[in-house]
């Protein structure tokens, strides 16, 4: 669980999914050719991350919660 909360760390979460989406968005223009298909794909993907982190989030209040 310590692992978990230090994995979710804001400022860390933010970064590697910036990371994760840039690399992503560069492999989907590599295979494409079209920037407007690369940025498309990569908000598809920073919007499921966000939603994964989130999901995390809640589940850690939910288990907080439960606990008392």
């Known amino acids: 669980m310590k692992r978990f909360l230090k ?3 804001v400022p860390c ?3 590697r999914m910036l ?3 840039l690399l992503f968005s560069l492999i989907s223009y590599a295979q494409s050719g079209s920037v407007g298909e ?3 794909y990569g908000v ?3 919007l499921l ?3 994964g982190y989130l999901a995390g989030v809640l589940v850690l ?3 907080e919660a439960a606990r008392r």
């Open 13 to 15: 979460v933010y970064l």
């Open 44 to 46: 598809i993907s920073l």
């Open 49 to 51: 991350m966000q939603a």
């Open 19 to 21: 990371a994760a989406t």
């Open 61 to 63: 209040i939910w288990r």
């Open 7 to 9: 994995l979710m760390y």
């Open 38 to 40: 690369s940025l498309y």
